[in-house]
């Protein structure tokens, strides 16, 4: 039943769309689309912020750890570091939370150069998550005219918020932390959109041109994962569908209370 609702929601968005919704009390799912894996955007921000705690968590990394913001490495875009002078110190911790509440490009991009893009892969591959991946930072032109690109699946991306949510991801301070930190995702205008300010909700949202993501865990009085994704699309519809789609998950959530 709800995945024809989503279906037909959907049915008249161009271009590439995937959503997942998960119950999670009871374990319906629905899926729904034409496409798993997408060019990520925003949403691998996600992979890069499980990273860092994985390396905190193991001892390569500490949080209060001092970074000395430097010219080139301001991106621009989203954030607020490519408006503060270099010499700027700021902690990994304060770089991860940035990253997150406000999507700041340029935290996201000193994030990988210290993590290395080859350990957030292979954690993602270690946690079983093959499609999955960080292959460059953002604004790398270089690496953008190769095709080189990032990539999500909201399949994928719909288990590491199960796994969260279960405390069975790296540990369970770090799930806990991890979806804390997601709670205070500042761009509320996808999955939060119809949800009043009490209803809290953890997620990661991705834009850029023709590419729109919001995946998350929604703390309703019977929480539900729902995961969005559109490619090649025109990004202002997809919105609009996956508010809608949000909703009806909603709905279709609260049959259980």
Do not use: W
């Not at 769309?17 to 729904?32: H, L, P, Q, T």
């Not at 700021?90 to 700041?104: G, H, N, P, Q, V």
């Not at 270690?126 to 604004?139: D, P, Q």
């Not at 997809?238 to 909603?250: G, K, N, P």
């Amino acid at each position: 039943m709800l995945s024809k609702q989503i279906e037909d929601r959907i049915s008249n968005i161009q271009g590439d769309v995937g959503i997942y919704y998960r119950d999670i009390r009871s374990g319906e799912y629905a899926v729904a689309g034409n496409k798993d894996v997408f060019i990520a955007a925003g949403i691998s921000k996600l992979y890069v912020l499980i990273e860092t705690f994985n390396q905190i968590n193991n001892g390569k990394l500490n949080k209060d750890f001092k970074y000395k913001l430097k010219k080139k490495d301001k991106a621009p875009s989203i954030g607020a570091l490519m408006h503060l002078d270099e010499g700027k110190e700021f902690t990994i911790e304060e770089l991860y939370k940035l990253m997150i509440a406000i999507s700041d490009n340029t935290a996201f991009n000193i994030l990988v150069e210290i993590l290395g893009i080859d350990s957030i892969n292979k954690t993602m591959n270690n946690l079983g998550f093959y499609e999955s991946k960080v292959n460059r930072t953002f604004f790398d032109y270089d690496a953008m005219k190769k095709g080189i690109e990032n990539y999500t699946s909201v399949q994928e991306t719909g288990e590491i918020f199960l796994r969260l949510y279960n405390g069975q991801l790296i540990s369970k301070e770090a799930s806990y932390e991890i979806l804390e930190i997601l709670k205070y995702q500042q761009r509320g205008y996808i999955i939060p959109y119809y949800f009043g300010s009490n209803t809290v909700i953890a997620h990661q949202i991705g834009e850029d041109e023709g590419i729109i993501h919001d995946s998350g865990v929604v703390y309703t009085r019977n929480p539900f994962i729902l995961c969005m994704s559109g490619n090649n699309t025109d990004v202002r519809k997809a919105e609009s569908a996956m508010r809608d789609i949000a909703l009806l998950c909603y709905k279709n959530s609260i049959r259980y209370n």
